[in-house]
C-alpha cells in the first residue's frame, strides 16, 4: 500500500506523521528538538517542492510512506488525490492521509517564520515546540492509519 | 485511455475544452451539462464529461489557484503507479482571466450567486473560446500521439 501524509508545506506535521509511522520517532514520549531536526525534509523544503510526492521510507509491513505539501487545497486535496486513484482502479492501494486537523498555530507561525520568511534561526525553535505540542495527536492519528493500513 | 483535464475549475473553461473535444460544443454554453455547477467542482473529485468514438474517457478536474501543486502532485501520483497510469493523459487548459473565473465560483456561495456565476463566466469565456478551442485542438493531438504509441508499443511486444 502506498500511504501519503500532507500538510500544507510537507515539512513539518506531515514529516513527523510519516516519521511517526516508519519508527523513526519514539511514541512513548515527546520527541527532542534534535531528534525533530534530525527527520529527512523536516523544516528543510522550499517553494519547489509544493506537490512532490516524496519518498520517507518504507514500513515493517512493507507499506510505502510519502510526504506531500499541497498549499492551500485544504481537505480537497485528499479526495483529488483519492478520486484520481480511483481513475487508475488503485484506490484500495492508497490511503491519503491530512495531517492539517493536528497543526497548531505555534506551528503555523513557527513554520511561516522559518520556511516563508527565510528565518529559520527563529523559526525553527517555535515550531519545534508546536510540533512536540502536537505529538501525542500525530501519534494517535497514525495509530488509525496503521489499522486502516492493516485492513 | 483516460484524459484529465486539469484547470482552476472542473466546471468552466476545462468543461467546454473537454466538450469541444467530445464534438459536443456548438458555441454556446447553454447545452453544457454541469456547466458552472460550483457544488460539484468543490467536491474535488473528477468530473466524467463522456467518452469519444474511439472509448476514450474525459475527465476534468479544478484545483483552483493551486493548480502547479496539483499538477505535480498528480503527476508524482501516477509515478507511484507507473503501471496504472500507461493509459492516462494528464494535461491542463488555462485561459485569460482564470481570476474571474476564481471570482465568479466564489460568489455562487451567496443570494443571486448562480446568476451572477453565470453571467461573468459567459462574458469571460465568450471572449477566450478560440484560446480554449486551440487547446483542446492540441489535447486530441496529444491522444492521437498516445494512441499511436501504444499501439507501437504493442506491435512490438513490449506492451
Not at chain 1, 523544503?45 to 507499506?63: A, H, S
Not at chain 1, 492539517?100 to 519545534?128: A, D, H, Q
Not at chain 2, 473535444?21 to 473528477?46: A, K, M
Request: hydrophobic content about 45%; aromatic content about 8%.
Amino acid at each position: 500500500m502506498e500511504i501519503i501524509y500532507h500538510c500544507f508545506g510537507g515539512s513539518h506535521s506531515s514529516v513527523t506523521a510519516a516519521a511517526i509511522h516508519l519508527e523513526m520517532l519514539p511514541t512513548h514520549r515527546i520527541p527532542t528538538r534534535e531528534e525533530l531536526m534530525a527527520l529527512p525534509y523536516f523544516d528543510k523544503t522550499t517553494d519547489n517542492d509544493f506537490g512532490l510526492i516524496k519518498l520517507m521510507g518504507v514500513d515493517g509491513y512493507g507499506n510505502r510512506v510519502y510526504v506531500l505539501g499541497k498549499r492551500s487545497l485544504g481537505d480537497r486535496f485528499s479526495r483529488v488525490l483519492k478520486g484520481v486513484a480511483e481513475l487508475m482502479g488503485v484506490e484500495r492501494e492508497l490511503l491519503v492521509v491530512n495531517t492539517m486537523i493536528y497543526v497548531n498555530w505555534v506551528m503555523m507561525l513557527g513554520g511561516y517564520v522559518s520556511r516563508r520568511i527565510g528565518l529559520p534561526m527563529f523559526g525553527r525553535p517555535v515550531v519545534c515546540y508546536g510540533t512536540r505540542k502536537a505529538f501525542l495527536d500525530l501519534v494517535g492519528l497514525v495509530k488509525t492509519v496503521k489499522v486502516k493500513a492493516a485492513h | 485511455m483516460k484524459v484529465l483535464i486539469l484547470g482552476t475549475s472542473g466546471v468552466h473553461h476545462t468543461l467546454v475544452a473537454a466538450n469541444m473535444i467530445l464534438s459536443r460544443f456548438q458555441d454556446d454554453f447553454t447545452g453544457i451539462d454541469r456547466y458552472c455547477d460550483v457544488q460539484l467542482d468543490r467536491r474535488g473529485f473528477p468530473i466524467y464529461v463522456g467518452s469519444d468514438e474511439e472509448g476514450r474517457h474525459i475527465y476534468t478536474l479544478g484545483a483552483g489557484k493551486e493548480i502547479e501543486t496539483a499538477r505535480k502532485a498528480l503527476e508524482g501520483l501516477f509515478e507511484v503507479f507507473s503501471d496504472e497510469s500507461r493509459y492516462f493523459l494528464i494535461t491542463e487548459v488555462r485561459i485569460k482571466g482564470e481570476i474571474w473565473i476564481r471570482l465568479a465560483s466564489a460568489l455562487a456561495r451567496v443570494p443571486l450567486g448562480n446568476w451572477l456565476n453565470r453571467l461573468i463566466s459567459d462574458l469571460v469565456l465568450k471572449r477566450q473560446i478560440p484560446l480554449i478551442r486551440a487547446q483542446a485542438e492540441k489535447i486530441q493531438q496529444q491522444m492521437e500521439d498516445l494512441m499511436r504509441m501504444d499501439y507501437r508499443r504493442l506491435r512490438m511486444g513490449t506492451g
